[in-house]
């Protein structure tokens, strides 16, 4: 069961941007499992991918053709990966965008397959062409949600956000979906994620502003410490709104990069509260950092700790363990005297020193909470950063041990 988090009643549709998904037959449950997402011409394109060297055969398709030519279609199939594949993974993923761009009318290169599911399995070809020429005749534009559905693995709710925004006196329509249970943590963006928007942006703007994006976003989430082989974080303008084109010089391209922001941190943030076996979220605030970049190794050191992840899954203020954490964070100049500690706004330690405010009972009851916040203070500078995790329950390893059963 998700933590605090709901299906989506309803996604807006995205001017410029038609869907269709299906059950192809690649997942034995049955579930739906196949999407198109076909973008207008003219459309730009920004994403980032994971850095695992181990990369699957879909990432480097979409790479080499994103930097080859204007994408007009994404396929992304659930259930199997495609990763591990060597040769025979590549080969199949360009035969299926072969098949969507001949659908289509356009090349192979306009089009970006993403794959998520089993790693080390071939692609059911056959099954996954009879899905495409399923999809070709039903593409909508309302289809958003269904879309949510088809890309989820061990989720066990669809994730999906609408946002919009006022842009030279023209609404402008935000829509994302995401898909990550388990197997999270950032190495670029967590899992798969796709955002569609009408603006008009410059695509050099665009994606200069997703990297950072991605790090305060998606790269700030894990579950589990492992990176998977297939991560992606895709944003696509239509540019079918009226708006002049949107940069950095643009007077309301904050407006816009607000936006889409509020957009990457609800999917992320969706992701761990749909954590394999979750049943907290956990945020972990980390200040008084020399460096953004120590706070963060803070963060995540805390939040990959097992010994911290059970404690909260069991409620139990064993708060040394946090500390410890922070002790083994490596970074350098570190003083565990200059470290305070809050557990919600319950003050564990204040400058290396247990706080005469702290209380055994109330330190319970905050944890057993959904939502528990960590406040950690470094004593050190005035960077900070932000850190969202799960806690670790017997679900996970059950999860994960009968993943392919």
């Given at each position: 069961?998700?933590?605090g988090l709901?299906?989506?009643?309803?996604?807006?549709?995205?001017?410029?941007?038609r869907?269709?998904?299906?059950?192809?037959?690649i997942?034995?449950?049955?579930?739906?499992?196949?999407v198109?997402?076909?973008?207008?011409?003219g459309?730009?394109t920004?994403?980032?991918?994971?850095?695992?060297?181990?990369?699957?055969?879909?990432?480097?398709?979409?790479?080499?053709?994103?930097?080859?030519?204007?994408?007009?279609?994404l396929?992304?199939?659930?259930?199997?990966?495609?990763?591990g594949?060597?040769?025979r993974?590549?080969?199949?993923?360009?035969?299926?965008?072969?098949?969507?761009?001949?659908g289509?009318?356009?090349s192979?290169?306009?089009?970006?397959?993403?794959s998520?599911?089993?790693?080390?399995e071939?692609l059911?070809?056959?099954v996954?062409?009879?899905?495409?020429?399923?999809?070709?005749?039903?593409?909508?534009?309302?289809?958003w949600?269904?879309?949510?559905?088809a890309?989820m693995?061990?989720?066990?709710?669809?994730?999906?956000?609408?946002?919009?925004?006022?842009?030279?006196?023209?609404v402008?329509?935000?829509?994302?979906?995401?898909k990550?249970?388990?197997?999270?943590?950032p190495d670029?963006?967590?899992?798969?994620?796709?955002?569609?928007?009408?603006?008009a942006?410059?695509?050099?703007?665009m994606?200069?502003?997703?990297?950072?994006?991605?790090?305060e976003?998606?790269?700030s989430i894990?579950?589990?410490?492992?990176?998977?082989?297939?991560?992606?974080?895709?944003?696509m303008?239509?540019?079918v709104?009226?708006?002049?084109?949107?940069?950095?010089?643009?007077?309301?391209?904050?407006v816009?990069t607000?936006a889409?922001?509020?957009?990457?941190l609800?999917?992320?943030?969706?992701?761990i509260?749909?954590g394999?076996?979750?049943t907290?979220f956990?945020?972990?605030?980390?200040?008084?950092g020399?460096?953004?970049q120590?706070?963060?190794?803070?963060?995540?050191?805390?939040?990959?700790?097992?010994?911290?992840?059970?404690?909260?899954?069991a409620g139990?203020?064993?708060?040394?363990r946090?500390?410890a954490?922070v002790?083994?964070?490596?970074?350098?100049?570190?003083?565990?005297?200059?470290?305070?500690?809050?557990?919600?706004?319950?003050?564990?330690v204040?400058?290396?020193?247990?706080s005469?405010?702290y209380?055994?009972?109330?330190a319970?009851s905050?944890?057993?909470?959904?939502?528990?916040v960590?406040?950690?203070d470094?004593?050190?500078?005035?960077e900070?950063?932000?850190?969202?995790?799960?806690?670790?329950?017997?679900?996970y390893?059950?999860?994960n041990?009968?993943?392919?059963?």
């Open positions: 069961m998700a933590v709901t299906q989506p009643d309803t996604l807006l549709p995205v001017r410029g941007f869907l269709a998904s299906c059950a192809s037959g997942k034995a449950s049955g579930d739906s499992d196949l198109l997402l076909v973008a207008d011409e459309t730009q920004a994403a980032v991918f994971t850095k695992n060297a181990y990369c699957a055969a879909p990432v480097l398709i979409a790479k080499a053709h994103l930097d080859q030519a204007t994408c007009r279609a396929l992304i199939n659930s259930g199997n990966a495609n990763a594949t060597g040769q993974g590549e080969e199949d993923a360009l035969l299926l965008c072969q098949q969507v761009a001949d289509l009318g356009l192979k290169r306009q089009i970006m397959p993403f998520t599911g089993v790693i080390g071939p059911p070809v056959p996954m062409q009879n899905g495409v020429e399923q999809l070709l005749p039903v593409l909508s534009e309302d289809s949600l269904n879309a949510a559905t890309i693995t061990t989720d066990t709710v669809a994730k999906g956000v609408s946002v919009q925004c006022t842009i030279d006196n023209e402008v329509t935000l829509t994302g979906i995401s990550g249970s388990g197997m999270i943590h670029m963006a967590t899992m798969l994620a796709f955002v569609a928007t009408d603006a942006v410059d695509p050099y703007s994606q200069q502003f997703i990297k950072p994006l991605s790090d976003s998606f790269n894990s579950v589990d410490g492992d990176t998977s082989t297939n991560d992606a974080f895709v944003v303008a239509s540019g709104a009226n708006n002049r084109l949107l940069s950095p010089s643009h007077p309301e391209w904050d816009f607000e889409l922001r509020s957009v990457a609800h999917l992320a943030h969706s992701i509260r749909d394999e076996g979750a907290r956990i945020e972990i605030q980390v200040k008084g020399a460096s953004v120590d706070c963060k190794q803070v963060g995540f050191t805390v939040a990959h700790s097992p010994l911290v992840k059970t404690a909260f899954f139990d203020p064993n708060l040394g946090i500390l954490a002790g083994r964070s490596k970074i350098e100049g570190l003083d565990m005297q200059g470290v305070s500690l809050f557990i919600g706004d319950l003050a564990v204040e400058h290396g020193e247990p005469a405010l209380n055994e009972q109330d319970a905050i944890m057993s909470l959904e939502d528990v960590i406040q950690i470094l004593g050190m500078g005035v900070q950063a932000c850190i969202w995790t799960t806690d670790l329950s017997y679900d390893v059950k999860i041990a009968e993943y392919r059963s």
